[in-house]
């Protein structure tokens, strides 16, 4: 996919991330292992990322949003939440403190809010134990999207193994009309030491929890137990044995049914759609249990050592769809694909069908927030049917 199909420069305006100042826009860096892509520059103020999270208080699953997924030059692969107005420790706080004594026996001490996500509220509970753990919360009607986090994450929980560490989900439901999640702590890496040591040991962890699932799921196919979402948008995941016709039904054709209801029509997509299936069951693929939201602000390292994916929209897929997506908006370094190369290679096109699988994630960016995101869309299907 060329340069220019993978972020529309004209569209970063400012207010386009969420009230925030594009300061300048400018390439990756070199070897960092990402598909052309760009890293915006934000004017401090409302968009600025919270830097004593790094080193103090930021946990595993305190990510941004789908449109903020373009690294900062502040934060490389986060951008923090802009203030929302919304003071929960004033509102909410003795409601969540009874809801925690009786679904976990636990008393909160103190509730600090963390940057990161404009989809749910983040927090950190300080508990009476010295413990700390972590929280999510959001409209009492969205939890849904939290159970279906529960889920994604229980299920790679099942197939990782040390180093690699998923956030263990300890409670979810409703307190005061608080959709709430809590999970385990987990004190991400603050410094750059042994940083590519780190990267490559999560990109041989992921091939492992990879090849580990192959075959885990009793020959079900393709797809999940239940939906779930790829952001804040549905996300179908009906069982098929089929993975070109599942990734056309439940994949791409439901975001081209829903850019089509916007007003958006594109000449490519038919010829695409029915090219699909061909190619993509031409390489051997078989079903792994895959992250399926595997953009750099859902992985990192460990403070002490380990590695950790959270925030997953998992299904049983391809293994190229999480590569795919690693590559599409920045974010990974070169170890990071080096590590999975070396304990599982790729097969031959995987170049090509990564394109494809990003298509996907570029029309979710663009049914969900619009703007450059429809002309990355013309492009990448352009090429994909050149």
């Not at 909160?108 to 509970?125: E, Y």
Request: hydrophobic share 40%; charged share 20%; glycine share 12%.
């Amino acid at each position: 996919m060329p340069a220019e199909a993978l972020m529309d420069t004209p569209g970063l305006q400012t207010g386009y991330l969420r009230g925030s100042d594009v300061k300048g826009v400018k390439p990756t860096p070199e070897g960092a292992g990402a598909a052309p892509a760009l890293v915006v520059c934000l004017q401090q103020g409302d968009g600025q990322t919270g830097t004593g999270e790094k080193s103090g208080c930021r946990q595993a699953s305190d990510a941004s949003p789908h449109d903020h997924h373009v690294p900062s030059c502040f934060h490389a692969g986060m951008l923090a939440r802009p203030d929302i107005g919304c003071d929960m420790a004033s509102i909410a706080a003795p409601a969540l403190k009874s809801w925690l004594e009786t679904e976990l026996g636990v008393q909160l001490q103190a509730l600090k809010p963390l940057g990161g996500g404009c989809t749910h509220r983040s927090w950190c509970l300080q508990l009476t134990s010295g413990a700390r753990l972590f929280a999510k919360t959001n409209h009492h009607a969205d939890l849904p999207q939290l159970e279906a986090e529960v889920t994604g994450l229980q299920a790679l929980a099942r197939w990782a193994e040390p180093p690699l560490v998923v956030p263990e989900p300890l409670a979810c439901g409703i307190a005061d009309e608080e959709a709430v999640l809590v999970l385990s702590w987990l004190e991400l890496h603050s410094g750059s030491g042994g940083a590519a040591v780190g990267w490559r040991q999560l990109g041989r962890s992921l091939a492992k929890l990879h090849r580990a699932s192959l075959g885990g799921h009793q020959s079900r196919g393709y797809g999940f137990d239940a939906d779930n979402f790829i952001g804040a948008a549905p996300q179908c995941n009906r069982w098929n044995n089929d993975w070109g016709i599942f990734f056309r039904d439940c994949r791409l054709g439901p975001q081209f049914a829903r850019a089509a209801q916007a007003g958006h029509r594109f000449e490519g997509a038919r010829p695409l759609m029915d090219q699909l299936p061909r190619w993509l069951n031409d390489h051997g693929c078989e079903p792994v249990l895959v992250h399926g939201d595997l953009w750099a602000g859902n992985a990192d390292l460990l403070e002490g050592g380990g590695v950790t994916l959270f925030d997953p929209s998992s299904h049983w897929a391809d293994r190229e769809v999480d590569l795919a997506m690693a590559r599409l908006f920045g974010g990974f370094p070169a170890p990071f694909f080096d590590g999975y190369e070396e304990e599982w290679p790729l097969p031959a096109g995987a170049v090509r069908r990564s394109s494809l699988y990003n298509l996907y994630h570029l029309l979710n960016h663009a049914n969900l927030f619009g703007g450059g995101y429809w002309q990355q869309v013309g492009g990448s299907l352009k090429t994909l049917n050149s």
